[in-house]
Structures are given as structure tokens and as C-alpha cells.
């Protein structure tokens, strides 16, 4: 695994570079008036300190993310909600939110796979407390549970990352014999078609890995197509561009194996915000356009962030304009601890009435919800019932569970 040079991920460097580049008074929220916000460098430094006491994730940030977040205006920042927890801005879990959402430990075949859907396996893996916990994806296993960077809301806060004061973690290290009782299940099961390789990120796989992966999943003949995923190219697109580092050879030379055999390998990348396409961004992914690698994007809606029509249309633009394919736009799953970057699911309705026409329809991503429990991904406008009053949404996923019902629960707004 190669580290990301000047990358920010303890303590004690986070807040003397918040130190450094915060205005010695901090301008008030536009969009949020609450009482207990900091007004001045120190207040601010202290709310960062509480909020790493309260978060289920880890802070690491890459130099290419420190630069992008406007640091004059720290609390409405949507680069730093992203990553930077603010005790000040924390509020009341809905009593329905787990650090599992999706029930991904409970699809678990064999350690490092969620195997849900009949096609498709997840491959990752990692262990929390004593327990193994499985995680899925459509058909693959968890390679690993480090990132380039920690986000606040990700689904997998109960495995991805270090410890914090709130969730012990185990680290999952890339192993050549655990992932050998992966590809043994994937082998034996004809079925699976499609793998999706996460974790944790791709990009903390070290080239020789990465191809050992990939040539494994080229060489079982039911596997016709698998993805990396990785938020490598939002969070550090310098890397794509250096040519002394082989994690950008490997992935190219496994797309093109793929091609000759009749099998596509994308890199699935995860933007949230227009500010995170930058020029180097730009030139990253045409690189990568240029070698023919099939680069999808995954957005995950978040309150504060990118729920308003005009930010999402421009991201899903931009994204468009470097050729990377504007997959999904995901519902906030509902994970413990970060209840404030949560929308209704009246809000993903909205946006998805407002952009779809407005932009070519095959750049037009899938507006979807993963539903709490292990039913898998539905378009948000396919609810059985959604009562507005009480933020209740039903589901059925037929092709999945059969009849079974699942629930989705908007935030409830009451602030500790
Ligand atoms: S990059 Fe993905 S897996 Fe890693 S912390 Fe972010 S959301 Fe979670």
C-alpha cells in the first residue's frame, strides 16, 4: 500500500493545520442557525475535538481534499462536513439507525464477501471486536478497510477505518489466504456474474494485489464483469497522472485483458461536490478516458452538501464532461452518528423530478435508496407507501426477498 504523502489523520495534525488556515473568527451558518456554534478559532478548534469524541469514523484527509474545502467559512463548507465532525452540529440518532444498516454482516457466505443478490457478490471483509463481519457488495468480498480519506457518513463506520471513542475496529489487512476462500466460493458458484471489489478503497491495494485480484477474476469463466471501487480519482487524482506510481498500470492493464476477453472492468469513483472536480481531476480522468477505463460515479445525497437542484445538476455536469458516468445517487443510508447530513426522502424525490430531462438521459443517474435490512437498491420513486408526516417509507424488493416489507425512516429533527 502506498500512503498518500501529507496526509492529515491524527489529532494533533488536524487541528494545527486548522490552525493555520482558519480566520480568527469564524463566519456564522447561512443555512443552520443553532445556538451552540463557534464563533472564533478556538471555539471551533474545541467543537472539532468534541466531535472526534462523538464520531463513528476516523478523520483522514489527502492534501488534494485540505485544498479544496474553504476553510474562510468552515461550518457551511460542504468539503469539511464531509469530513471534519463538528460536536456543535450533531443530532439525535432516529432510534432505527445501526451501524450495519444494510445487514451487510448477515449475507455473508464466507469472511469478506456479501453475497445478496443471486448475480452479484461484494468482496470485503473485516472484523469488529471479536466477531467477523461481512459486508456485500452485488457479488465480491472486502479486500481491505483502509481509504485515502474517512467519511463521515460511510456505511461501513462499523468496519472501515481506525478505532474512535465511539466504534472499535479491527483492521482488515489485504490476505492473499483470505481472499483464496473468496475466490474458492466465487469458483464454486456458477451463478455469480458480476463482483464488485471494495472494502475500504481499492486505491490502499498495491499494484501486485490489484493484479492478482483482477487476473483471478479474468480466469473464472461465469465472472463477465467486476468493478474497483475506489474514491481514488475525487480524493487524489494526482496519482492517475504519475507515471512511477504502478497502481494506474496495473488497473489499465487488467481493463484491457478484460476487453480482449469479452469482460468489462470499470473503477467505480465517488464525488459528492463540484468543488471536488478540480483541473488536475480533469486531466486525471481523461487519461483514463483516453486508456479506455470505464470510470462510473456514485453520489451520496447529503444534507448541507449536495441537496439542492443547482449543486447536484452542476456535479452531475461535470461529471458527465470528464466522461466518468453519473451511476447512482444514493439516499443517506441510516448509519449511526452523522443524522445531520440526512435528508427526507421527500428531498431525493424532489431532485430527481427537477434534473431527470434537464440533462441527456443516459448521463442521467438513478435516484436510489438501499434499503435498511438487506433488501438491496430501489429507485426512490418505487415506494410502496411514503407518509410524509411520519418520515415512514415502505419497500418491497421481489426480485430479492420476495414479499418481505422493509422500512426506510426519515431524520427527526431534534438537535442533543
Ligand atoms: S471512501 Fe467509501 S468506504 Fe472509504 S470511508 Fe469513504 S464511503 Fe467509506
Known amino acids: 500500500m502506498r500512503k498518500v504523502a501529507n496526509t492529515v489523520e491524527r489529532k494533533g495534525r488536524l487541528l494545527s493545520f486548522l490552525s493555520a488556515v482558519l480566520p480568527a473568527n469564524i463566519p456564522a451558518s447561512r443555512l443552520d442557525k443553532r445556538p451552540k456554534a463557534p464563533t472564533n478559532r478556538e471555539e471551533f478548534l474545541l467543537d472539532v475535538e468534541e466531535g472526534m469524541k462523538l464520531a463513528p469514523m476516523a478523520v483522514r484527509l489527502t492534501p488534494h481534499i485540505l485544498s479544496v474545502a474553504d476553510w474562510s467559512n468552515p461550518i457551511d463548507d460542504p468539503i469539511r ?45 473485516k472484523r469488529r471486536r471479536d466477531r467477523f463481519v461481512w459486508l456485500l457488495l452485488t457479488s465480491m468480498s472486502l479486500a481491505t478497510s483502509n481509504c485515502p480519506v474517512y467519511c463521515r457518513y460511510c456505511t461501513r463506520s462499523y468496519a472501515v477505518g481506525g478505532n474512535t471513542d465511539s466504534v472499535l475496529k479491527t483492521p482488515m489487512k489485504p490476505s492473499k489466504r483470505r481472499w483464496e476462500t473468496v475466490f474458492d466460493h466465487i469458483e464454486n458458484t456458477p451463478a455469480i456474474q458480476d463482483v464488485v471489489v471494495s472494502g475500504g478503497d481499492s486505491y490502499h491495494l498495491s499494484a501486485d494485489h490489484l493484479r492478482l485480484i483482477g487476473d483471478r477474476l479474468l480466469s473464472i469463466p461465469h465472472i463477465k464483469r467486476f468493478r474497483f471501487a475506489t474514491k481514488g480519482l475525487a480524493v487524489n487524482p494526482i496519482r492517475i497522472l504519475d507515471d512511477r506510481d504502478g497502481w494506474v498500470a496495473a488497473f489499465v492493464e487488467i481493463s484491457d485483458k478484460g476487453r480482449v476477453l469479452g469482460k468489462q472492468v470499470a473503477m467505480h469513483t465517488h464525488f459528492n461536490h463540484p468543488h471536488e472536480c478540480t483541473w488536475i481531476t480533469e486531466l486525471a480522468a481523461r487519461y483514463l478516458f483516453k486508456r479506455g477505463v470505464v470510470v462510473r460515479n456514485q453520489i451520496v445525497l447529503l444534507r448541507g452538501v449536495n441537496d439542492d437542484v443547482a449543486t447536484m445538476s452542476t456535479l452531475i455536469r461535470k461529471l458527465a464532461d470528464m466522461n466518468i458516468q453519473p451511476y447512482y445517487v444514493y439516499q ?69 426477498t420476495g414479499e418481505k416489507v422493509f422500512r426506510y425512516y426519515d431524520p427527526i429533527e431534534r438537535r442533543l
Do not use: C
Open 81 to 125: 462536513k464531509q469530513f471534519v465532525p463538528l460536536a456543535s452540529t450533531i443530532v439525535e440518532d432516529h432510534p432505527q439507525l445501526s451501524l450495519d444498516s444494510l445487514h451487510e454482516t448477515d449475507d455473508s457466505p464466507v469472511p469478506g464477501l456479501v453475497h445478496r443478490y443471486p448475480e452479484k457478490v461484494l468482496f470485503l471483509g
Open 332 to 400: 443517506s443510508d441510516m448509519v449511526q452518528g452523522v443524522e445531520d447530513l440526512r435528508t427526507p426522502l421527500s428531498t431525493i424525490l424532489e431532485l430527481e423530478k427537477q434534473i431527470r430531462g434537464t440533462i441527456a438521459g443516459f448521463m442521467t443517474p438513478s435516484f436510489v435508496v438501499d434499503l435498511p435490512g438487506g433488501g438491496g437498491k430501489r429507485l426512490a420513486n418505487s415506494f410502496e407507501t411514503y407518509d410524509r408526516a411520519s418520515g415512514v417509507s415502505t419497500w418491497k424488493a421481489p426480485g430479492v
